[in-house]
């Protein structure tokens, strides 16, 4: 028995109206499913736990489908033969966004969906395909059904762990899940006896028993009212939500620990994009006679993945998936961006595929941050294990790993590049790392202004789309010809440019009336029970083996409080404030903690005269450039620094100088 894939597009159309995207000419839009079919017995499919617990078909195969949309020149031969898998995030579509700057869309059709173009004038055929199996449909998600496991004629049943965190008053249920978009594993019982709710402050705080009698596995449904009484709600029981009746304190931290039962196979999430991308890389025609969607001109194959899927590449290539069931190379170059130091936490019983990684305050006990963090090899100071995230040079791809500010304060970025005791570790040669210096997690392209969204300070403007184009040029040139990328440029111990807390902070600017963090989000060694190696978490919450666990080191920064290393935006060459990778939780929802991956922006003082009143240490707008014309100019020359590093394209030059004209506005907070 083999594994088997079979594309039926639904629906096949014009993609912008027919437009010619330079050379490449116009592009078409594939809409579809991929279906597989896995031999759960075979080695490519060895370790995929609970895979042998799934149903099998008439044939002994396990079978699952993903929903899949591609984007492709109207003539193949017209395109650069490279196939770019996008992973999406959370079911949701980012490449065009992140490297088009266009507008977000999980229905890219028209010509303003391509945004500048830049894949397509690239010749690039763009894939997506479901990867991650807990999603429900709406908003245009994409959604891959994989099989519930099950003992024999009994479900199987564990022990999950959710969080809820509610964001304002009136909030009396959500899904056991805790995101709507997301699946909820049922509780086996739906008496709350049966089960644990807490409640604390700050995520190390002790926690709180809630009275089984204060909730209950519930939710509550709303319709028509009856002689004009108005709508009524009723409680009705449920296995897949929370209730409390009282609601749920902002800013609080609940969390349930509950027996739940039908885990679903998640694991084969690698497995779709392992025999996809080699699907329509190396084959003619699909299991079912179909002609290959691309027509079998692929040479080279590439992805990219931001944050939740940048922690995917990661593990897809830590576990092996990177060799296809025949043995031959997926991907030859792979971009995982703002991934921090995790892995996925997929391939495990009763896994939330879709929960973010550790914060200092959100999510902060889950276990997707665990040793391996780094490509190079490394010996884990607190159990003695040896091992990398790269291991098969046969295999392994070219890596160009880019991460942010915010990944060395929330994601514990510095253990990508140092050893477990945080100090600097030598990259193998198919690797380099970047830090977009003073930046944040989610950098939108298309920010229009400077907002608190609930923090302390404005959230983080930089804007670094232009990295990203840069970075695929430059890992297309070293997949073709050879030609390699610029050295990595991330913050080192060695150099002082990536140093404690404890230094920073006396680095740090002393800037008035502002609140700084108390601390990098550490990571302790923690212990999940002792299935977790075989993929079964028994112990939740688990419990902590070494409190001060992992050594967590932060960038370095300047007189100004901007990093001092890494590849620095024009935006960040050329400040009108403070950049961090940080920002805090206001008063009355964790306050002072900080808040999920939120950067911050602190403008500087735009005259002398105000700076010497607010006594603030930076030196004003003004004084660092005499009009808006000179920071413009300042941009510009930043700009093509950059360029000469090629770190940026020649055609971004311009998009920031248009950027820059009156002080930047509206991005930024300048009142002269």
Same mark, same amino acid.
Not at 417 to 442: C, E, I
Not at 488 to 504: F, K, N, Q
Not at 552 to 557: H, N, R
């Given at each position: 028995?083999?594994?088997?894939?079979?594309?039926?597009?639904?629906? #096949?159309?014009?993609?912008?109206?027919?437009?010619?995207?330079?050379?490449?000419?116009?592009?078409? #839009?594939?809409?579809?499913?991929?279906?597989?079919?896995?031999?759960?017995?075979?080695?490519?499919?060895?370790?995929?736990?609970?895979?042998?617990?799934?149903?099998?078909?008439?044939?002994?195969?396990?079978?699952?489908?993903?929903?899949?949309?591609?984007?492709?020149?109207?003539?193949?031969?017209?395109?650069?033969?490279?196939?770019?898998?996008?992973?999406?995030?959370?079911?949701?579509? #980012?490449?065009?966004?992140?490297?088009?700057?266009?507008?977000?869309?999980?229905?890219?059709?028209?010509?303003?969906?391509?945004?500048? %173009?830049?894949?397509?004038?690239?010749?690039?055929?763009?894939?997506?395909?479901?990867?991650?199996?807990?999603?429900?449909?709406?908003?245009?998600?994409?959604?891959?059904?994989?099989?519930?496991?099950?003992?024999?004629?009994?479900?199987?049943?564990?022990?999950? #762990?959710?969080?809820?965190?509610?964001?304002?008053?009136?909030?009396?249920?959500?899904?056991?899940?805790? $995101?709507?978009?997301?699946?909820?594993?049922?509780?086996?019982? +739906?008496?709350?006896?049966?089960?644990?709710?807490?409640?604390?402050?700050?995520?190390?705080? $002790?926690?709180? *028993?809630?009275?089984?009698?204060?909730?209950?596995?519930?939710?509550?449904? %709303?319709?028509?009212?009856?002689? /004009?009484?108005?709508?009524?709600? /009723?409680?009705?029981?449920?296995?897949?939500?929370?209730?409390?009746?009282?609601?749920?304190?902002?800013?609080?931290?609940?969390?349930?620990?509950?027996?739940?039962?039908?885990?679903?196979?998640?694991?084969?999430?690698?497995?779709?994009?392992?025999?996809?991308?080699?699907?329509?890389?190396?084959?003619?025609?699909?299991?079912?006679?179909?002609?290959?969607?691309?027509?079998?001109?692929?040479?080279?194959?590439?992805?990219?993945?931001?944050? +939740?899927?940048?922690?995917?590449?990661?593990?897809?290539?830590?576990?092996?998936?990177?060799?296809?069931?025949?043995?031959?190379?997926?991907?030859?170059?792979?971009?995982?961006?703002?991934?921090?130091?995790?892995?996925?936490?997929?391939?495990?019983?009763?896994?939330?595929?879709?929960?973010?990684?550790?914060?200092?305050?959100?999510?902060?006990?889950?276990?997707?941050?665990?040793?391996?963090?780094?490509?190079?090899?490394?010996?884990?100071?607190?159990?003695?294990?040896?091992?990398?995230?790269?291991?098969?040079?046969?295999?392994?791809?070219?890596?160009?790993?880019?991460?942010?500010?915010?990944?060395?304060?929330?994601?514990? %970025?510095?253990?990508?590049?140092?050893?477990?005791?945080?100090?600097?570790?030598?990259?193998?040669?198919?690797?380099?790392?970047?830090?977009?210096?003073?930046?944040?997690?989610? !950098?939108?392209?298309? $920010?229009?202004?400077?907002?608190?969204?609930?923090?302390?300070?404005?959230?983080?403007?930089?804007?670094?789309?232009?990295?990203?184009?840069?970075?695929?040029?430059?890992?297309?040139?070293?997949?073709?010809?050879?030609?390699?990328?610029?050295?990595?440029?991330?913050?080192?111990?060695?150099? !002082?440019?990536?140093?404690?807390? /404890?230094?920073?902070?006396?680095?740090?600017?002393?800037?008035?009336?502002?609140?700084?963090?108390? !601390?990098?989000?550490?990571?302790?060694?923690?212990?999940?029970?002792?299935?977790?190696?075989?993929?079964?978490?028994?112990?939740?919450? *688990?419990?902590?083996?070494?409190?001060?666990?992992?050594?967590?080191?932060?960038?370095?920064?300047?007189?100004? %409080?901007?990093?001092?290393?890494?590849?620095?935006?024009?935006?960040? +060459?050329?400040?009108?404030?403070?950049?961090?990778?940080?920002?805090?939780?206001?008063?009355?929802?964790?306050?002072?903690?900080?808040?999920?991956?939120?950067?911050?922006?602190?403008?500087?003082?735009?005259?002398?005269?105000?700076?010497?009143?607010?006594?603030?240490?930076?030196?004003?707008?003004?004084?660092?450039?005499?009009?808006?014309? !000179?920071?413009?100019?300042?941009?510009? $020359?930043?700009?093509?620094?950059?360029?000469?590093?090629?770190?940026?394209?020649?055609?971004?030059?311009?998009?920031?100088?248009?950027?820059?004209?009156?002080?930047?506005?509206?991005?930024?907070?300048?009142?002269?």
């Amino acid at each position: 028995m083999t594994n088997t894939v079979e594309i039926r597009i639904a629906q #096949r159309g014009p993609f912008a109206d027919g437009h010619a995207f330079g050379d490449a000419g116009a592009y078409e #839009r594939l809409v579809g499913r991929a279906h597989f079919s896995v031999d759960p017995e075979a080695a490519a499919q060895s370790g995929i736990v609970d895979l042998d617990k799934a149903p099998r078909n008439a044939e002994g195969l396990v079978v699952f489908t993903a929903d899949l949309i591609i984007l492709k020149p109207l003539d193949m031969s017209l395109g650069n033969r490279r196939l770019f898998y996008g992973y999406g995030n959370r079911g949701n579509m #980012r490449e065009l966004q992140f490297f088009n700057d266009a507008p977000a869309s999980n229905d890219p059709i028209t010509l303003a969906d391509a945004g500048n %173009g830049f894949l397509m004038r690239r010749g690039y055929a763009i894939v997506w395909a479901a990867w991650e199996g807990d999603l429900l449909p709406g908003d245009g998600r994409m959604i891959l059904d994989v099989p519930v496991a099950r003992d024999g004629d009994r479900p199987i049943t564990g022990l999950v #762990r959710s969080e809820y965190i509610a964001n304002g008053f009136g909030i009396t249920t959500f899904p056991l899940s805790g $995101k709507a978009s997301t699946r909820s594993y049922p509780s086996n019982s +739906q008496d709350s006896r049966d089960a644990t709710l807490t409640r604390r402050r700050y995520a190390n705080s $002790k926690r709180i *028993p809630v009275a089984s009698e204060d909730w209950r596995f519930a939710r509550v449904e %709303g319709g028509q009212g009856l002689d /004009a009484q108005g709508i009524e709600t /009723a409680v009705v029981p449920s296995d897949t939500n929370i209730h409390m009746a009282k609601g749920f304190e902002p800013g609080w931290i609940y969390e349930v620990v509950y027996t739940a039962k039908d885990p679903r196979v998640h694991g084969l999430g690698h497995v779709v994009v392992r025999d996809l991308v080699s699907f329509l890389r190396y084959e003619t025609r699909d299991s079912a006679g179909n002609a290959n969607p691309l027509g079998g001109n692929i040479e080279k194959a590439y992805c990219w993945g931001r944050s +939740q899927t940048g922690r995917c590449i990661r593990d897809f290539l830590y576990s092996g998936n990177n060799a296809d069931a025949a043995g031959r190379k997926v991907f030859d170059g792979v971009l995982p961006h703002v991934s921090g130091g995790g892995l996925m936490w997929m391939n495990h019983r009763f896994s939330s595929v879709v929960s973010p990684a550790g914060q200092q305050y959100e999510d902060h006990w889950n276990c997707a941050d665990r040793f391996p963090f780094s490509y190079a090899e490394s010996t884990d100071h607190l159990t003695g294990k040896t091992d990398a995230i790269l291991k098969r040079p046969d295999t392994d791809p070219l890596v160009l790993h880019t991460q942010t500010a915010t990944e060395y304060w929330q994601r514990r %970025g510095s253990l990508v590049h140092t050893d477990t005791q945080g100090k600097d570790l030598t990259q193998p040669d198919n690797v380099r790392v970047y830090m977009w210096a003073s930046s944040q997690h989610f !950098a939108d392209p298309n $920010k229009k202004s400077p907002a608190t969204g609930g923090c302390q300070n404005y959230t983080n403007v930089v804007q670094t789309s232009m990295l990203f184009r840069a970075m695929l040029d430059a890992l297309d040139a070293w997949v073709s010809d050879g030609t390699p990328p610029p050295d990595s440029r991330i913050p080192l111990g060695s150099d !002082a440019t990536l140093v404690p807390y /404890a230094r920073w902070r006396e680095m740090f600017p002393s800037i008035p009336g502002g609140a700084i963090p108390h !601390a990098a989000n550490s990571l302790p060694l923690l212990d999940f029970g002792t299935g977790f190696d075989s993929g079964i978490l028994d112990k939740e919450p *688990p419990d902590i083996i070494d409190a001060e666990g992992y050594a967590i080191l932060v960038p370095a920064v300047d007189a100004d %409080g901007n990093d001092l290393a890494g590849v620095r935006a024009p935006m960040v +060459q050329a400040p009108l404030g403070t950049y961090t990778g940080w920002n805090l939780r206001s008063r009355g929802h964790g306050h002072g903690a900080m808040y999920m991956f939120d950067g911050s922006y602190i403008p500087f003082a735009d005259t002398a005269e105000e700076r010497e009143v607010t006594g603030d240490p930076r030196a004003s707008n003004v004084e660092r450039y005499e009009d808006t014309g !000179a920071y413009v100019r300042a941009i510009e $020359k930043a700009a093509r620094t950059l360029v000469e590093q090629r770190l940026m394209l020649e055609e971004d030059v311009q998009r920031c100088v248009a950027a820059a004209a009156n002080w930047g506005r509206p991005l930024h907070d300048v009142k002269l």
